[in-house]
């Protein structure tokens, strides 16, 4: 394990709060930060991180409704748990769209 500063989360949003004004709009920096980070990650590290975290706290049902809480808040409402119930749905019954797009993007060019 790495050995990191421990960060206390909310002091850090309320100092980054504190800078917000007219030329600094917080929430358009915040969000295009984290979208590239997000871009920045290929999908298979994402899932694998997002794996990681649900299994790290699969014993704790107040974590896991936080963490279900906190990609609401980043995917318009869409919970995590109910994401990853349409991504079953889509593997067992995959939409023919969805299917093509499989086909094109599996075929060797």
Same mark, same amino acid.
């Given at each position: 394990?790495?050995? %990191?500063?421990?960060?206390?989360? +909310? ?5 980054? &709060? ?18 590239? %980070? ?6 298979? &590290?994402? +899932? ?6 649900? +299994?790290? +706290? ?10 279900? &809480? ?11 748990? &109910? ?6 749905? %889509? ?19």
């Amino acid at each position: 394990m790495r050995n %990191e500063q421990i960060i206390n989360l +909310y002091n850090v949003l309320k100092d980054v &709060e504190g800078l917000e004004g007219e030329e600094n709009k917080l929430s358009n920096t915040f969000t295009a930060m984290l979208k590239d %980070e997000i871009d920045a990650t290929d999908e298979q &590290e994402v +899932y694998s991180n997002i794996r990681n975290v649900i +299994y790290k +706290y699969k014993d704790d049902e107040k974590k896991l409704q936080v963490i279900d &809480e906190v990609v609401a808040a980043l995917a318009t409402g869409a919970k995590l748990s &109910e994401i990853l119930l349409i991504v079953k749905d %889509e593997i067992v019954h995959p939409t023919p769209i969805n299917t093509m797009n499989l086909d094109d993007f599996n075929t060797i060019r």
